[in-house]
């Protein structure tokens, strides 16, 4: 009869056949393996992970407001290959459409990504909403009187656009 190491078991027939390892009580190597096995998974996710998220930043693009403030934490992200920043999309709210473009437009020179970053334009006026909906909003949920959108404001022309803070 062929010698045994000790894993595997006999059958009634006499033959030997594998069995397979059964952690018993021993927490303490059953917490290993699991540690070991999640380790490696990490490991072998760890090329997968490398590329980074895929981002767009859709705004109403403000230099000195949260916005921008977002666009440079993402630009650090996107130099540390921690993300993957696609573009930035700008629609009104904050300021006028055209206002908002300048201003991402003059972010992202600044933060030297716009090789790699593009701004692009998107609604000039709501798809949705209208001033008078985001009156009836405002009044239930009181926003006060920071939230007053470029609706509330005359539409700039191209002579009349603010160049964005140097």
Do not use: C
Request: without cysteine.
């Amino acid at each position: 009869m062929p010698r045994s190491n000790g894993t595997e078991r006999t059958h009634q027939g006499g033959e030997i056949f594998a069995a397979p390892i059964v952690l018993g009580g021993n927490a303490k190597m059953r917490t290993t393996v699991r540690n070991l096995l999640i380790a490696g998974a990490m490991l072998a996710a760890a090329p997968a992970m490398a590329d980074g998220q895929k981002v767009i930043l859709d705004t109403d693009f403000s230099t000195m407001g949260d916005d921008g403030q977002v666009l440079i934490m993402a630009a650090q992200l996107h130099a540390e290959k921690k993300i993957d920043l696609l573009g930035i999309t700008t629609v009104t709210g904050n300021n006028w459409l055209k206002q908002e473009t300048a201003e991402a437009l003059r972010a992202v020179e600044r933060l030297g990504i716009a090789d790699d970053v593009g701004v692009y334009a998107g609604a000039n006026f709501p798809l949705v909403h209208d001033p008078k909906s985001f009156e009836s909003e405002r009044s239930l949920f009181g926003f006060g009187e920071s939230w007053q959108t470029a609706l509330h404001r005359p539409q700039p022309t191209e002579d009349n656009l603010e160049a964005p803070f140097d």
